[in-house]
């Protein structure tokens, strides 16, 4: 391999690998005067500007967030010649865990570098590790020795493709290669790039990515007109997934959610709703469960004679390739799928995206919904039309990403309009609020009112610490996102704790925009008494959510899930007698628990907060609430003296009693 490193470049040139070469050279003529018609955007240039200063300043494990449709295989490909060659190192290794997204950057780098040597590593063709440019599958990379004919030591910068993907295990073997794994600093520059650059288990990310340093969602972008334009109309399907169990990632159990969505009465739902409002669009692209689903959801579409086609993961390759071509020449109108087409893949000319299964992953929605907003010369918008299913906490829709609630039901509404219908909202919960009768918008077909997801500060008064103790209302959003027996210590601060003792923490501290998760642990030995280890920072994120899922993951790997699932039968059983002792300690005599009062789950989050701190918790509450009551008394005063009311001024109160 060291032999092999020095020879001449010209004599790589020289090299010919057949297969690589048909991919790069079937669809370019003039490679050269494609080259020079490429521009970027202002944002590319910014997103290219602002790796490049991260670099400069020493960071070398980086994140770009980027919208489907932004460009992103421009953006990185861009960057080949962006990033300066250190020493020797003069490489770029690009990877990608698709065909068609190796592809796809192949073609990129031969158009941006017609110069330059490009290989392919990918199935039976075989680089040879010395080419300027490699473009990887990650499959194939690992495969066997493939990867030891890649120098570490000549390369300048590694590009990964739908970086979502990093953490795997695949990725985690070529990063190792590759000095990678840890911060090195003879290691090449590694960027990730994706359009949905963050993760449902919330933890793993930071193990292969330390800077995320540009974002540019797809909200920007259609305002900006880089992206198509896109109305929403959502359509409640009558779908129940309160039952629904989730799986591994968080999301719903692919087989449980099938039986729920896939009926007969459900399906008619969907196509009927299709017919009601997109049945003059051209190219529908409709996401379903599994292969059930999908098999369903096409046979309804074709008893309404609509010629409906699908594709999955068993398609042959061929199949495949000949139904997708004919979609894209507009020969049929409908195409379904179960997970085949949500990244990767470019279908212009797709103008409604029908999204016939539920999802809790917002990254997920993203990408289904990102597959329709490609510009394209015969499309004025692109429709998404969203079964919601009834209410489930932690479900996403199309409304959530505007910060609306999901059961809002819209009627072909833009970008604009969900941001003014959010502002009504927000409106009517302040009304409401006061106690006024909010009044309904007739522009949309809104059958209830929604409260914004906004986060609101509540201030809620307790007699007694023992009334704070007893609440269980402060945990019912974390419950609804996790599995697990959080309980909550105080404001923004929430415990769950083990069995021996060790317990995680997710805070954030005033006037602070990240939450932390924290482990404290201890080395406890049979017959000694604990040592307490030094509190370790599991991770930071600025979302609450992304903290919750994250502190999840590391409890489910760390703990033993009987103690920490809410859902335990053990939680259900009549508490303790040493239970009952312990909380009657801190209760008055007249106020005793009897031994049948309470459940052994409800104890234990009772006996968490206070050794967690509700006792200070709740002085600490008394003081905020005197402080809030007199700056309302301020306030209040402050109204009431510059409203105008029409009768008799007020005179003012004398200070002394003053007699003639």
Known sequence: MTRLSRLSRAWIRKIKLCPTQNILQKNFSSVSGMRQAMKLREYQKDCINAVISNVNQGHKRLGISLATGAGKTVVFTQLIGRIEPVDQRSQTLILAHRQELVEQAARQCSIAY????????????????????????????????????????????????????????????????????????NSPVLVGVSATLSRSDGVRLGGAIDHI??????????????????????????????????????????????????????????????????????????????????????????????????????????ERSDRLDKFKAGEFPVLVNCGVFTEGTDIPNIDCVL????????????????????????????????????????????????????????????????????????????????GGSPKMSANYNTTEIATPQKKKITFTDYESVHDLISDTSTEQYIRGISRHSWVCTGQDRYILTHVDGCYLSIF????????????????????????FNRPRIILTTESFRSAVEGADTYAAIKYNLRFIVTSEAWRSLNATPGQIDFLNRFRPADDQLSYDSITKGRAADM??????????????????????????????AKIERETVVVGPVPKPKLKNNLTN
Not at 513 to 521: H, L
Not at 612 to 636: L, P
């Open 114 to 185: 017609p110069t330059k040597t490009i290989e392919i590593e990918m199935g039976p063709m075989h680089a040879t590790g010395l080419a300027d440019i490699t473009v990887a599958s990650i499959q194939s990379i690992i495969s066997g020795s493939r990867i030891s004919k890649f120098d570490p030591s000549q390369f300048k910068l590694i590009l990964v493709d739908e970086a979502h993907h990093i953490v795997a295990s695949s990725y985690a073997k070529t990063l190792d290669h590759f000095g990678l794994s840890t911060l090195q600093e």
């Open 213 to 318: 340093v540009y974002h540019k969602d797809y909200v920007e972008l259609i305002d900006e007109k880089w992206l198509s334009g896109v109305v929403f109309t959502t359509v409640r399907s009558q779908a129940d997934v309160s039952r629904v169990r989730r799986g591994v990632n968080g999301d719903f159990q692919a087989g449980d959610l099938s039986k729920v969505v896939n009926t007969d009465e459900i399906n008619e739902i969907t196509v009927r709703s299709w017919l009601q409002r997109c049945k003059d669009r051209k190219s529908t692209l409709a996401f379903c469960v599994d292969l059930l689903h999908v098999i369903g959801l096409t046979n309804t579409f074709r008893n309404h004679g609509i010629d409906a086609r699908f594709i999955t993961g068993t398609t042959s390759k061929s």
């Open 355 to 434: 999204l016939a299964r539920p999802t809790r992953s917002r990254n997920l929605l993203i990408q289904m919904i990102g597959r329709g907003m490609r510009l394209h010369p015969k499309k004025k918008n692109c429709h998404i039309i969203d079964m919601v299913a009834s209410f489930e906490k932690g479900i996403v829709t199309s409304p959530t990403l505007f910060g609306l609630d999901p059961q809002e039901l819209l009627k072909e509404a833009g970008p604009e309009d969900m941001k003014r219908i959010k502002k009504e909202r927000e409106k009517e919960e302040k009304l409401r609020e006061s």
């Open 508 to 531: 954030k501290l005033p006037g602070e925009t990240m939450y932390t998760v924290k482990e404290n642990s201890n080395n406890k030995l049979p017959g000694k008494r604990p040592i």
């Open 607 to 636: 006996i968490t907060k206070i050794k967690h701190g509700a006792r200070g918790e709740f002085s600490k509450m008394e003081v905020e609430r005197r402080k809030i009551d007199r700056e309302t008394r301020r306030e209040n």
